[in-house]
């Protein structure tokens, strides 16, 4: 199972960037899809989550501002980010829980992470 994200760079603020994510391999089901970021010196933050069954959960200090979707068809997450901040500035990662074929318990898996800077 590999995820692969796409989409980051380098935007002044109030700027929009979307991210975008690929789930791909030997995947049973997903139950949920997320992004997270982590920024120097700063633990892995959640910033937003969409579950197999369409709900999502955001950060307070994204909410309004970034919207996460999902295509089931295709295993792919997006989170549309507008109206960035200097302090978004972070390396996002996608993440999944989701149950590989031949296995009995779902687990979590990462994307190698790609770099937002937001300038002021």
């Known amino acids: 199972v590999h995820l692969v994200e796409s989409g980051g760079g380098l935007v002044h603020a109030g700027g929009s960037l979307r991210l975008s994510c690929a789930a791909s391999?030997?995947?049973?089901?997903?139950?949920?899809m997320a992004w997270y970021r982590q920024a120097p010196g700063k633990q892995r933050e959640l910033v937003a989550r969409?579950?197999?069954?369409?709900?999502?959960d955001y950060a307070d200090s994204v909410k309004g501002r970034f919207t996460i979707s999902r295509d089931v068809t295709k295993n792919t997450v997006d989170l549309q980010m507008t109206s960035l901040k200097p302090e978004d500035t972070a390396v996002y990662y996608c993440?999944?829980?989701?149950?590989?074929?031949?296995?009995?318990?779902?687990?979590?898996?990462w994307g190698q992470g790609t770099q937002v800077t937001v300038s002021s």
């Open positions: 969409v579950r197999s069954g369409g709900s999502t």
């Open positions: 391999g030997s995947i049973y089901s997903i139950v949920a």
């Open positions: 993440n999944s829980d989701l149950l590989p074929r031949r296995s009995w318990a779902p687990a979590a898996y």
